[in-house]
């Protein structure tokens, strides 16, 4: 019985360390063109979903392993792994995965941040991984914390 309190206590603990911090929704243009909606949980992690301008729909999850600091600037690493499905007439769905790494600068006291990000798919018929770059600005909604 014990031990459950402990338990409880402490999971207690950790979820109100966790709604204490930041919750955040974005919303991104990037180019090549594409938009996405990001959700950041606990400033580390974020659940990011969108549709490309060339038609792939994309889904990805991003962790921020850290912070550094650049004079005035605040660089933030990120790195993420997703997939992305493109629909054809006829039924047709082609399907890839890939993996992220970026840099995010946010932008003075403004909900804005601007990022970078280098990705490399990969498709389950033969053709060969792609890589490509994006850049993009995101506009975060402060949801709590």
Request: proline share 8%; glycine share 14%; aromatic share 8%.
């Amino acid at each position: 019985m014990r031990r459950h309190a402990v338990a409880v206590a402490l999971i207690g603990i950790v979820a109100a360390e966790a709604a204490a911090q930041t919750l955040e929704l974005g919303i991104a243009g990037r180019v090549p063109p594409a938009a996405t909606v990001q959700l950041t949980l606990v400033q580390r992690y974020a659940v990011e979903v969108g549709a490309s301008g060339t038609g792939p729909l994309v889904a990805f999850a991003k962790v921020y392993p850290g912070q550094q600091g650049l004079g005035p600037l605040t660089l933030r690493s990120l790195a993420g792994l997703g997939a992305a499905a493109v629909f054809f007439p006829g039924d047709r769905v082609a399907y890839a995965i890939f993996a992220l790494v970026g840099l995010e600068i946010p932008i003075g006291d403004t909900p804005f941040t601007a990022f970078g990000e280098l990705g490399v798919a990969v498709a389950p018929d033969p053709s060969p991984a792609v890589v490509g770059p994006t850049v993009g600005v995101r506009f975060d909604f402060d949801l709590g914390g």
